[in-house]
């Protein structure tokens, strides 16, 4: 009896060191799916899965790529360019959004949930077909045509279009100005002035023919509360 009992100890032991091998082989992962369903599993399924780190917490990005993924402006000037060509939208613009909203991060998530390099929330990328807001061709893809979609609802206004892209159509279609949130505000600027900048200056009617860019100023009485224009306003209107 006591022989039986040491072999089944010796059994269950070995069991239990090629289990606890076996976990540390196999890398727990956080997958994130389409629809921002989060699931911790061993077993990768999708492109879209991030490794844990040590019980502490969980990587933001996978270690490996994390060195490469932020700040370099030229990295999806590929993406961009096909985007802006297919849905009429000028690429300096698309480059400042994703510039304002990641930082050509393409794991960028923020505290809301939104993903990606253009920081589509979970059912806006659901509405855009777009299967792994972390793959920068599919994000770039939804982006500029929810971005589009912005421009065309608010008549190529540029401000107005880049208020609802951050706080909502809902909202800026019922007041038809730009919300004063203080986040939509800074918003707004960030990415004016990066599209200055990426350009070399703001579009002017003359460009709005060819880009479908209009930043022709909001009527006066509806910011009156403030200053004349909204360009005026953000501080960075061309000189008249």
């Not at 727990?28 to 999708?46: E, F, M």
């Not at 509405?127 to 807001?133: F, G, I, K």
């Amino acid at each position: 009896m006591g022989k039986i009992v040491t072999f089944l100890t010796v059994v269950a032991a070995s069991i239990l060191v090629v289990a606890l091998q076996s976990e540390v082989q196999a890398e727990l992962h956080l997958c994130i799916d389409a629809t921002g369903k989060k699931t911790y599993t061993n077993v990768i399924t999708s492109g879209n899965c991030q490794p844990l780190r040590s019980r502490a917490g969980i990587n933001k990005r996978p270690p490996a790529q994390s060195s490469r993924l932020k700040g370099n402006s030229s990295s999806y000037d590929h993406y961009i360019n096909r985007s802006a060509r297919q849905y009429n939208v000028d690429p300096y613009l698309i480059k400042a959004v994703i510039k304002t909203e990641s930082d050509f991060d393409r794991y960028a998530l923020s505290r809301a949930g939104a993903q990606g390099l253009m920081q589509l929330m979970p059912g806006t990328a659901r509405e855009l077909n777009v299967r792994d807001p972390f793959n920068p061709y599919e994000n770039i893809d939804g982006g500029t045509r929810y971005l589009r979609n912005m421009l065309n609802t608010f008549n190529g206004n540029l401000p107005l279009s880049l208020a609802a892209y951050n706080a909502g159509p809902t909202l800026v279609k019922r007041l038809q100005r730009i919300p004063r949130i203080p986040e939509t505000e800074r918003y707004i600027k960030k990415v004016l002035r990066y599209y200055e900048g990426y350009r070399g200056s703001l579009p002017t009617i003359s460009d709005a023919g060819q880009t479908h860019l209009n930043v022709t100023v909001l009527q006066q009485d509806e910011l009156s509360h403030k200053k004349n224009s909204i360009l005026e306003l953000l501080g960075i209107g061309p000189k008249r």
